[in-house]
Each structure stands twice: as structure tokens, then as C-alpha cells.
Nanobody, 124 residues
Framework: QVQLVESGGGLVQAGSSLRLSCAAS????????MGWFRQAPGKEREFVAA????????NYADSVKGRFTISRNNAMNAIYLQMNGLKPEDTAVYYC?????????????????WGQGTQVTVSS
């Protein structure tokens, strides 16, 4: 059974950094693209970042480009999201997800398994 567990969220001040982690189990994740999404209160879940199986190809939402970095460790079945320069508008529950594709994807429907999420709150 596929399981994704996020960690690393918290309450920080604007301008701070956080590193989210997602531990995966139940499948050989090294051949699948993975991604991070977020959902703020009252808003739809949105794409944040994604990484292809090979670690060499990534994609970011315009709102986080230059501030967030996605990475993965296939030996550890894990992906990470380094978030720098956090802003209050980054406040959301952050979810990691896995696709059945090898190349990164930005659409929610491209992902077939999701974690439970980790809360990130950025105060001004």
C-alpha cells in the first residue's frame, strides 16, 4: 500500500525558511515523478513544484520560482521542498504526491497518491 508522509511544517515569520520532507513507501518511487501542492483556507489546491524521476528536471509555480527548491533522494524514497523567503501568502497545508509518469506534471489529476499534508503558517 502506497503511503506518503509529510513533515517539516510549522509557524515561522515572513522571510524565514522551512524544509519540508516527504517519505514514501509501498512502491518503487525512483521511477515516478513526484510533486508538492498546497491548499490555503477557502482556496483550491494548487501546484507548487514537481520533479521528474531522474532528478534533473523540475518545474515550479510562478509564485514560488526562485524561492522554493524541490529535490529528491531516490535511495531514501523521499522528496524535499526547501522554502526560502517565505511570505504570508505561502500559508497553506502542503501535500506531496506521486504520479504514474516519469516526467513532472502540474495537474492534480496526474497524481494518484497523496499524503495527509503538513501545515505551514507564515506570520507577517
Amino acid at each position: 500500500q502506497v503511503q506518503l508522509v509529510e513533515s517539516g511544517g510549522g509557524l515561522v515569520q515572513a522571510g524565514s525558511s522551512l524544509r519540508l520532507s516527504c517519505a514514501a513507501s509501498g512502491r518503487t518511487f525512483s521511477t515516478y515523478a513526484m510533486g508538492w501542492f498546497r491548499q490555503a483556507p477557502g482556496k483550491e489546491r494548487e501546484f507548487v513544484a514537481a520533479i521528474s524521476w531522474s532528478e534533473t528536471s523540475t518545474n515550479y509555480a510562478d509564485s514560488v520560482k526562485g524561492r522554493f527548491t524541490i529535490s529528491r533522494n531516490n535511495a531514501m524514497n523521499a522528496i524535499y521542498l526547501q522554502m526560502n523567503g517565505l511570505k504570508p501568502e505561502d500559508t497553506a497545508v502542503y501535500y506531496c504526491a506521486v504520479t504514474t509518469r516519469t516526467h513532472w506534471a502540474t495537474m492534480i489529476q496526474d497524481y494518484d497518491h497523496w499524503g495527509q499534508g503538513t501545515q505551514v503558517t507564515v506570520s507577517s
